[in-house]
């Protein structure tokens, strides 16, 4: 049973650009959850997304961010117009039936320069 | 916001010694899991306890939740070099996992050779 799956592994962006990432969740687990970490300040949650739906988007930025999780497909996180601070590692995170417990993918890291 | 806290911070100690890392927060938790992070890689779930007052087992780690389910600990007998690595607890307030996972900032412990 393949874990949760992100890609791109490394991500380098300009200023301006936009980012994707993407998250594959473990087969049969379809409750998606993104976490941004920076050094020293642990992991942050995001978003809580079930399919087709956004549950909880308290913990991401209003502006820029957006996520989706399709009906078909991985999970998207879509950050527009990147800035320097936006690099971070991103951790997707699924579960089968909501948050008792998570697993996570290897994460991707984005550096803006 | 909710608040968990870590301590220590950093842990050096050496091969064959035994340490206790902590998690404690002034709310209840539904539930908390405890994570090891290597770098460069994705969180691993080690554990979820539930009950207050559970101890559970993993080889040479005993976790522990605190009777009023507001406290965690981590024991780690004999440590070894493998267990070097960020330890990271994370819990859980609300039913149903809507406001998602909030983690500590975690404790970094070195097991020197």
């Known amino acids: 049973n393949a874990g949760v799956m992100q890609n791109p592994r490394h991500l380098v962006r300009r200023r301006g650009q936009e980012a994707r990432l993407r998250c594959s969740p473990m087969k049969g687990h379809s409750h998606v959850y993104w976490y941004r970490q920076l050094p020293e300040e642990g992991l942050k949650f995001m978003v809580y997304?079930?399919?087709?739906?956004?549950?909880?988007e308290s913990g991401m930025p209003k502006e820029r961010f957006s996520a989706e999780f399709p009906k078909e497909g991985p999970s998207i996180l879509r950050i527009q117009q990147v800035v320097r601070g936006d690099s971070a590692a991103y951790f997707c995170?699924?579960?089968?039936?909501?948050?008792?417990?998570?697993?996570f993918g290897q994460g991707t890291r984005l550096t803006v320069v | 916001t909710q608040l968990l806290e870590q301590s220590p911070q950093f842990l050096s100690i050496q091969e064959g010694e035994n340490l206790t890392v902590y998690c404690n927060s002034s709310?209840?938790?539904?539930?908390l899991q405890w994570y090891r992070q290597e770098p460069g890689e994705g969180p691993v779930l080690l554990v979820t306890?539930?009950?207050g007052g559970e101890v559970k087992k993993l080889k040479r780690l005993t976790f522990q939740f605190g009777d009023a389910r507001k406290d965690s600990s981590l024991h780690i007998t004999a440590a070894q070099p493998g267990d070097t690595g960020l330890y990271l607890c994370?819990?859980?307030w609300g039913g149903g996992g809507a406001d998602g996972l909030t983690f500590g900032k975690g404790t970094h412990l070195i097991i020197q050779p």
């Open positions: 994370a819990g859980a």
């Open positions: 997304l079930q399919k087709e739906n956004i549950i909880d």
């Open positions: 709310s209840v938790f539904s539930s």
């Open positions: 995170a699924s579960s089968p039936t909501g948050f008792t417990e998570a697993f």
């Open positions: 306890v539930v009950t």
